[in-house]
């Protein structure tokens, strides 16, 4: 089961719909799809194409096969596996920009 995010009518793995879009290639990883497609809508209303990726692992394979300018990942969500994917970039020698992101309910959740 492929985990990419359609977004904006058009598939996110598809090469030609993404090389029209313009704006720089941003791959969005977290684990929950109503999350990631709100990420991916933010960055397209900023003008950027949007990639989503359920999978840290398919975001290692699309971050390896080139043409990504910058990564946001979802770090708090423990099915995208947010921290591990980014040790895996510095292991790997991978020099993009990342943006973790994260969300904690309240006050009580940033101490534990």
């Known amino acids: 089961m492929a985990s990419a995010v359609a977004m904006s009518g058009h598939d996110p793995m598809d090469g030609e719909s ?3 879009a313009g704006g720089r290639a941003i791959l969005v990883v977290d684990g929950d799809r ?14 950027h194409r949007a990639q989503g990726v359920l999978d840290p692992q398919e975001a290692l ?4 096969a080139g043409g990504v300018h910058a990564l ?18 510095d292991r790997d020698g991978a020099r993009i920009p990342i943006v973790g992101v994260g969300s904690k309910p309240d006050a009580t959740e940033l101490i534990r």
């Open 72 to 89: 946001i990942v979802d770090t708090e969500n423990r099915r995208s596996g947010g921290h591990a994917l980014i040790r895996q970039m």
């Open 18 to 20: 993404a090389a029209n």
């Open 34 to 47: 109503r999350s990631l497609e709100e990420l991916c809508a933010a960055v397209q209303a900023c003008g």
């Open 61 to 64: 394979q699309l971050i390896e």
